[in-house]
């Protein structure tokens, strides 16, 4: 098996050179003296920056099992440092030529993979906040007095930029699994003028998917919007439309009915910090987007895509590393992502019958997706749990093997629903949570699970 950052090496050179051959197309000049730096300036800087991003837990590594961190792919890497020697601006045509084409192109790519129609109209933000409140804003300018209902398990985004719309939220109560109690939010659409129900597809806790499927059939008789936060989970999607037995298929698949959608290419789609997407199933909507710029609109006729997105400025090498990286690895379930995604899920799957088998930790919830979670002990009481979680999760950082965890702050309730005996002395404490989104996850599981265990029986 290779190493994750297999082929940076051989990379880097073919990116410089392929740039800077391209610039002898022009004139040769002379960089201007301003902008020059001594060169032990610049090692002197160099070397404490070194130093700092030294700091950093190590992403990279299976060991790595926290967050929802990694490195891009080689290919992400590739496409967004040629690009970024250029720094094309996506927000039209005379700032992002080719990019430009490439955004539309892995849009149009992205869409499919929904099952979303083809002239469905999406564009790359900077991330799934700004993806999510496009959708939002969308569902305002559609429904101005009506309210958005999301789950109590949904992003806190939701919540925060319904203030900034000043859109009236309504939180809707979740199930033992994390996702959104369907008697619940019908309680809520009896009660009030929802005119958008947001699902997530993986929640970023401990990767619930909402019953979409189910919402879809309340949809039929209250009439709201849909729009699917699939920030985390959304390209799992590849897997739900073949014979994947590992995933609620019918929920991914209902995603296809969905007014909206947005998915992070910098988490599950392999790509650095700085793209997410939204799409919309109506193209209509790009009206709402409406605005004139004296600036920047001249070079083309067709539309720019800063005519329908919220954001000016754009990085071209976003559009152009997802473009590249999906050359190579296509949002299919049989090649490319697909293998990928799987491998992930099976991490999950592996881990989750060992902490069934093993008395030394206890899961929270099952995993739906690939985000295992636990904490260790017998499950006396919450706050019992709250000291040995936070014990472990300090204890394996800094041991000298170390395993990189991350906490989850959970309801007492919610413990209970699966520990009924478990004495309720706080009402919230903190678990253990593995984000478990490296391939190489797969076979590391299992001496993840075995040093924890090892460090649950070192002495304090
Ligand atoms: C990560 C995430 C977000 C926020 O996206 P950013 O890219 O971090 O801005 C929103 N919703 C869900 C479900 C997420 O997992």
Redesign the pocket.
Known sequence: MKSYHQDDRNLIPLALAAIRAWEKRWQPFEAHVASAVEPERLQRAWDEYVRLLGLNAPFFHPRYAGQ?LKPPHPAAMLGYLAAMLINPNNHAADGGAATGEMEREVVREIAGMFRFPDDALGHLTS???LA?TEALWVSRELRPSAAVAYSDQS?Y?HERMCGVLGIQGIKIASNAHGEMDLDALETALQGGNIGTVVV?A???GVGAVDPIDRVLELRDRYGFRVHV?A??GGFFTLLAWGDSTLLPVARFRAIAQCDSVVV?P??HGLQPYGC?CVIFRDPAVAAFYKHDSPYTYFTSDTEHLGEISLECSRPGAAAGALWLTLRCLPLAAGNGLGPMLEACLRAARNWSGLLAANPGLNEFVSPTLDIVTYFPGKPRSVGAIDEASTRLFDLAMRSSDPVYLSLLRVGAQQLRERYPALASDAPQCRILRSVLMKPEHEHAVEGIHQRLLELLNTPD
């Open positions: 929802m991330g799934g906040t999510n992003h985004t997530t993986g929640t970023t936060d920030a985390y992070d910098h988490k997410g």
